[in-house]
């Protein structure tokens, strides 16, 4: 049912994938009661994929609470079974500092995604081929943050570990990680090189068309703000019709909630933007 949920999610079929993952995590709460040994791993796992659910709805606190079960489960389980269950301990981390960043808690969101980052690592260096990929996205995710709390990202680190992890992968997941760096990049170059950050969306922009509708959906915010900062900054028709549709899409799934990081980033961007039925 947690298979056919992700199926259902990255089709962007929501609202099925939201009913299927509501009603594991029931299953798997019920279960875990009675055989923690055998089913916390399966609560876990579905806590994290019902966080993500809520969060597309823009139900951030209800996500956040979620994520903390589980981070909580896959803390004390990788503490018996490091070996096993670390990678998944730093996946909830991931998700944890996400949703203290869509609560506006940058710090934590720091401190959630640099535990992750140092797990990743030790992995990565273990077995790149199987944990390149984990590793070079909690890097990029650690930098937005640092961004976003006017810290400052250690960009030449980003370019290293890219050069270094980013052969690891197959072709079509180095066209997503490589889109996910250009936004950051293209975040962290703009207040001294806004050409830089134009060069970096514009490229961030062309591949999003190229990726399957799985990789898609998940660059879907970075696409997002992407499109608007072009919109504005280099007005075309294309650019203005991309980034229309793509907002009104994003505000909708999410009733006009949208996260902190998404407000801020288009703050930091200089960006202004109107949601649908209701000026900003």
Known sequence: MIKLSIYLFNLSHYSEAFQHNHQSLRIYQRLAEIRPDRFDQNYAFSLNCFSRDLS???RYQEAFEHIQQAVAIYRRLSASRPDRFEPDYAGALNSQAKYHASLDSLEQAISSQ???LVIY???AEKRPKVYAE???SSTIDHAYWQWLA?????RENLVQLEQLYLPQLQTHRQSFITSRMAFVAGCIAYRNDSVSTQTCFE???ATYQTLPLAM????????????IYLAQHNPT?????AAQTALETYAKQRENRLAFYITETLKRLDCKYELPGRPE
């Open 114 to 116: 640099a535990e992750a």
């Open 56 to 58: 597309t709805q823009g």
């Open 150 to 154: 006017r810290q400052t990202p250690d």
């Open 216 to 227: 898609q959906q998940a660059l879907q915010e970075t696409y997002l703000l992407a499109v």
């Open 134 to 136: 984990d590793y070079l």
């Open 203 to 205: 490229q961030l922009t």
């Open 237 to 241: 028709p294309n650019h203005e019709q």
């Open 121 to 123: 690592q030790r992995h």
